[in-house]
């Protein structure tokens, strides 16, 4: 499984790395929640809503994972979306 190693340590916990927990796609509430697990043991969320999540899931249901996994994907797009900072390594 990928895993998001972070370009700083979450302190004072001592976070280096989040991997996808649970990843919900909402189509009737429009919404999409990510939950990444840490490698101490905690969670955080994040969370699209409305038209966002709806276009995600849009293209999420048509893509093509045979070289992308979805975790990279939701990884590479947590960054992107300057949420998470980091870079992802691993395998699916």
Sequence with gaps: ME???LTAPVQPAA???YRI???VLDWAS???DI???DNVGGTVTATYS???ATD???ILNTAN???NSLHKRTLNKLIADGKLAGTISGTP
């Design 21 to 23: 927990d649970r990843l």
């Design 65 to 67: 994972l045979t070289t």
């Design 35 to 37: 939950t990444l697990r």
């Design 30 to 32: 429009a919404c999409i």
């Design 15 to 17: 976070v280096l790395n």
């Design 50 to 52: 409305g038209q966002e």
């Design 3 to 5: 895993v998001l190693d």
């Design 56 to 58: 995600m899931m849009l």
